[in-house]
């Protein structure tokens, strides 16, 4: 099927929902696809406010400006922050930064790295 620049025949808009770089394909889908949401991702290069918490962590999260704070849990595998979502998350981007709060209370803030 050849993409082109448009919308498809459906009049939704093209998604990249993977990138498998082993195998030099790009998963695109349209709309709102199941394979743009995931429970979880891995974090690196995280940054705390004031000290670092204890894990695991149960707080609130943000993967984009102006999201709604979405409930997660925070731990610690393999020297990585994982963090996993009560709800699943559309479009977690690596690349981009999640931030961590409690209420309005921003705790910090890492790069996300992948998603599962």
């Not at 394979?35 to 609130?60: D, E, G, M």
Request: aromatic fraction near 8%.
């Amino acid at each position: 099927m050849e993409i082109g620049g448009g919308f498809g025949e459906s009049g939704e808009p093209w998604f990249v929902a993977d990138k498998r770089l082993e195998s030099n394909e790009l998963l695109v889908v349209q709309g709102d696809s199941p394979l743009l949401y995931h429970t979880s991702l891995n974090a690196s290069n995280p940054h705390w406010i004031a000290t670092k918490p204890k894990f695991p962590l149960k707080c609130k999260a943000k993967i984009r400006y102006r999201q709604a704070s979405q409930n997660c849990t925070i731990d610690i595998e393999n020297n990585a922050i994982k963090v996993t979502f009560k709800q699943p998350q559309r479009a977690i981007t690596p690349g981009q930064s999640i931030v961590f709060y409690t209420d309005d209370v921003c705790l910090g803030g890492a790069i996300i790295e992948n998603r599962q």
